[in-house]
């Protein structure tokens, strides 16, 4: 393939990596957040461990705004929960910490000396024994404990540095007995029901109890939103099989992971995580240091592009951005370079090498079959996907079965259209149903064709099917491949 025809089929089909963008200071505003979405951002993700409901209410209300202006673009919104962090406290003046120093930590509230600072968890001294390994911001900087009293772990600094006001701290290969889900994690839960909110990222999940109890509270308040598990724990690799059961989605959240287990195994746990969520047919996110040298730096370094290329061929929905969007000097470039190097990747194959895992389809419904054949007649045809629905779930298969063009996703329900839009190659588009399905179809042909989407004389492949069928009675699967008329 030359690089003229590349370039053709990339502007044609354009990215179906998503991109999740953390909303913060450099980019709460109105004209940035426009400026995010035109430039590649798909999800705003609300990070609760900063900012006020004030603060995060004005990013909500933005974001509808946006999203009211367009029937074919679209912003999802992600609540990302604070968790059970265990940090410590506030120092007037950053304290240099040297390797063989010693230096201490005290559940005693207040304290911030040269050699001793508080946490704010009284627990710490029962959960840290003599040997661990403490690591502050997910390993910048590390210490050994060698003693402990009733209220304070005594350690020698490993690997130094300058320890701020309110770090993230843990114990290498442990996590802290704190519940999943906190008072404040509650708060701001039902903050997120009040503002109907698309995804919860829930922060440390040690095991399914956690996932369940979210969702039954959600079902209580009637309020439907999706629950993505952030796996960033020791405790949650031995549940992971069942976390990801009972969630409906997952984050691969690197930071802390790779703090809790040793490093070299996060590359294949990520790997893991994201092929186990491709045969649930669930989304999954990676995150973490993706470009983080782009919050201070205008380019990023070459391992970072490799690191989003790995990401993409290992078949992430999505890639996230956190601190280079939220508080970053360069967060428009950072998301310009994520959604240049995902389309490379995704169009470094020639365009019919793609083939479904026809493994796994007999073992599932109806549904998988005929979303699996349609993924097989797009390919072939080097077509478009256009497909009805209302629940979504057709749209799901088709991006689980990675087809190699756009899936167009039409739906007359607002919720559907805002949470598809994390799936992989689906652009969910909002329009109203009529009971005449031609004259659905001439209206759907004729707005991809008015925004550029399609030209005319091109083929799309047709998607009619769901156990709640729009146009019929009986449950109905039907592909057609037309020819738009330009």
Not at 11 to 17: E, P, S, V
Not at 160 to 176: F, Q, T
Not at 235 to 255: F, H, K, T, Y
Request: glycine share 6%; hydrophobic share 40%.
């Amino acid at each position: 393939m030359t690089l003229w025809t590349l370039m053709k089929l990339m502007t044609k089909f354009g990215r179906k990596t998503k991109i999740v963008c953390t909303i913060g200071p450099s980019t709460s505003s109105r004209e940035m957040i426009w400026k995010l979405a035109e430039t590649g951002m798909n999800v705003a993700r609300l990070n609760m461990s900063h900012g006020d409901h004030f603060s995060h209410q004005k990013t909500i209300d933005l974001v509808k705004e946006y999203n009211a202006q367009f029937k074919d673009k679209v912003i999802a919104i992600m609540l990302d929960t604070k968790g059970p962090e265990v940090r410590s406290g506030d120092v007037p003046k950053p304290i240099v910490l040297k390797e063989g120093q010693e230096f201490n930590f005290t559940i005693k509230r207040g304290v911030s000396t040269k050699d001793t600072v508080s946490v704010n968890y009284d627990d710490f001294v029962n959960d840290v024994e003599v040997g661990d390994i403490l690591l502050v911001d997910g390993g910048m900087m590390s210490l050994a404990v060698k003693s402990k009293t009733d209220d304070t772990v005594k350690c020698v600094v490993i690997d130094g540095g300058e320890l701020k006001s309110r770090r993230h701290l843990n114990v290498r290969g442990k996590s802290a007995t704190l519940p999943s889900i906190t008072d404040k994690d509650w708060e701001d839960i039902r903050f997120g029901v009040d503002n109907q909110v698309d995804f919860y990222a829930v922060s440390f999940v040690k095991d399914a109890r956690v996932v369940h109890e979210l969702k039954d509270y959600l079902r209580s308040c009637n309020a439907d939103i999706r629950v993505i598990v952030k796996i960033e724990s020791a405790d949650s690799i031995p549940n992971l099989q069942s976390i990801l059961s009972a969630s409906d989605g997952a984050m691969v959240a690197r930071g802390d992971l790779g703090a809790e287990l040793p490093i070299e195994e996060v590359p294949l746990l990520q790997e893991d995580i994201i092929r186990r969520c491709h045969s649930m047919q669930k989304p999954v996110i990676v995150a973490t240091n993706m470009l983080e040298s782009m919050i201070d730096h205008p380019t990023p370094t070459r391992a970072e592009v490799s690191d989003i290329a790995i990401s993409v061929r290992e078949g992430a929905d999505a890639v996230m951005l956190s601190g280079e969007t939220a508080h970053g000097k360069y967060p428009l470039k950072a998301v310009k370079v994520m959604h240049t190097v995902a389309l490379r990747t995704e169009y470094s194959r020639p365009i019919n090498s793609t083939t479904p895992n026809q493994l796994i389809v007999g073992k599932r419904r109806m549904g998988d079959m005929f979303a699996f054949h349609a993924t097989i007649m797009a390919n072939t045809l080097n077509t478009p996907i256009i497909v009805f629905t209302r629940t979504g779930s057709m749209a799901i298969l088709l991006s689980h079965y990675r087809p190699c063009s756009t899936i167009f996703a039409f739906t007359d329900d607002q919720r559907i259209k805002q949470r598809l839009v994390l799936y992989h190659g689906v652009m969910p588009i909002y329009m109203q149903f009529s009971n005449d399905a031609e004259e659905t179809f001439s209206r759907a042909l004729k707005f991809l064709l008015n925004k550029g989407h399609v030209v005319g004389g091109d083929n799309v492949t047709l998607v009619q099917s769901g156990a709640q069928p729009i146009w019929r009675k009986e449950s109905t699967h039907h592909i057609q491949v037309r020819r738009i008329q330009g």
